[in-house]
């Protein structure tokens, strides 16, 4: 059973940085997808980026790219969010969430309904 935990949210001033990770575990492939989302009271759940295992290869949303960068450490099952230049419209609930799918690691998509792990989420808020 495929494992996520989430951690470094908190309170940033609009301009600051924050890095978010997301412990993974339990995979029974070398092949899979993470990624992240977030979801804002009152709104639809975003796709943030997404990372493929072996390869690295990244995917990103408009709203985000040039200022998050996704990662992976292999030595420590992490994958990481480098968020800077926060806005106040990035205040959201983040989570990781994960996919084994074969068909979904070859074409991966920053669409919450192809993966099937979660994890619990991690509070972001971008407030003066």
């Known amino acids: 059973q495929v494992q996520l935990v989430e951690s470094g949210g908190g309170l940033v001033q609009p301009g600051g940085s924050l890095r978010l990770s997301c412990a993974a575990s339990?995979?029974?492939?070398?092949?899979?997808?993470i990624g992240w989302f977030r979801q804002a009271p009152g709104k639809e759940r975003e796709g943030v980026s997404c990372?493929?295992?072996?390869?690295?290869?990244?995917y990103s949303a408009d709203s985000v790219k040039g200022r998050f960068t996704i990662s992976r450490d292999n030595a420590k099952s992490t994958v990481y969010l480098q968020m800077n230049n926060l806005k106040p419209e990035d205040t959201a609930v983040y989570y990781c969430?994960?996919?084994?799918?074969?068909?979904?690691?070859?074409?991966?998509?920053?669409?919450?309904?192809?993966?099937?792990?979660w994890g619990q989420g991690t509070q972001v808020t971008v407030s003066s």
């Open positions: 990372i493929r295992s072996r390869d690295s290869r990244s």
């Open positions: 339990g995979f029974t492939q070398d092949h899979y997808v």
């Open positions: 969430a994960a996919s084994e799918s074969i068909i979904w690691y070859l074409n991966p998509k920053l669409d919450g309904r192809g993966y099937n792990y």
